[in-house]
C-alpha cells in the first residue's frame, strides 16, 4: 500500500531498497530553503541494521503488509520470550533480538501487539506507557542549575534512564516505551 512521506510514523514497517524497515523515529523538517522533507530514523527487520533517510514530503513509500495480534507475556527463557494469544491460548516465540531492550520492560500478562509477515514475528509493540519502579538514582544537589535538569537512574529491571531531580530511589514513574524516556511520577 502506497502512503505519502508525511504519513510515515514510528512503528510502522515499510519496504525501503529492496528490504523490510521499521520506523524508529520521524521528524519532519522544513529548512528555509528547498522543499520540506521526512528525517526518518529505520531499522532493518531481516538484517538488524539501522539507516537515516530524508524522503521529500511529495515521495510515496510502499507500506509493508503485515498482520498484528494481540498477545500476553508468559515468561522470558535463554534468549527469547515467550507470548500467548487471549483468544486461542497459542503461543509464540520471539528472540530478545527482535525485542531490543524493551524485552526488559515485560511483566507477566503485559498485553503487547506482535506484528507477523508470512507468519513469521517481526516486530514487537508494548503499550505507550509502562510503570516501572526507581531502584536507584543519585542525590539532587540543591540549586545545581549549572548542569542538565536530569539525572541518572537505573530501573528495578535493569534499564538506565535520566529523570528529574525531585525523583528519589523506591518511587514509581511511568516511561515511554518507544523511547525509554521519564513522563511523570507515579503517587
Known amino acids: 500500500m502506497k502512503i505519502t512521506a508525511n504519513e510515515i ?3 510502522m514497517i515499510i519496504e525501503h531498497k529492496n528490504d523490510f524497515w521499521n520506523v524508529l ?9 528547498g522543499g520540506a522533507f521526512n528525517q526518518v530514523e529505520l531499522k532493518s527487520v531481516l538484517k538488524g541494521t ?6 521529500r514530503s511529495n515521495e510515496s513509500v510502499e507500506k509493508a503488509e503485515v498482520n498484528e495480534k494481540k498477545f500476553n507475556f508468559l515468561y522470558i527463557d535463554g534468549e527469547s520470550c515467550h507470548f500467548m494469544d ?3 491460548f497459542e503461543q509464540v516465540e520471539i528472540s530478545k533480538k ?4 524493551q524485552y526488559k520492560l515485560l511483566k507477566e500478562n503485559l498485553e503487547v501487539v506482535i506484528s507477523f509477515m508470512e507468519e513469521k514475528p517481526i516486530s514487537l509493540e508494548l503499550p505507550k506507557n509502562i510503570e516501572c519502579i526507581i531502584e536507584s538514582t543519585d ?4 540549586n545545581q542549575t549549572a548542569s542538565s535538569s536530569y539525572k541518572p537512574a537505573i ?3 535493569g534499564i538506565k534512564i535520566n529523570v528529574p531531580p525531585f525523583i528519589e530511589s523506591g518511587e514509581k ?7 525509554l524516556e521519564y513522563v511523570k511520577r507515579v503517587n
Not at 25 to 33: C, E, F, I, M, R
Not at 139 to 142: G, N
Open 139 to 142: 542525590v539532587a544537589i540543591k
Open 173 to 179: 514513574i511511568i516511561i515511554d516505551t518507544r523511547t
Open 9 to 11: 510514523k514510528p512503528g
Open 50 to 55: 539501522k539507516l537515516n533517510e530524508r524522503f
Open 25 to 33: 523515529k520521524t521528524q519532519h523538517v522544513k529548512p528555509g530553503k
Open 155 to 157: 530501573l528495578d529491571c
Open 98 to 101: 527482535i525485542a531490543g531492550e
Open 86 to 88: 487471549k483468544e486461542n
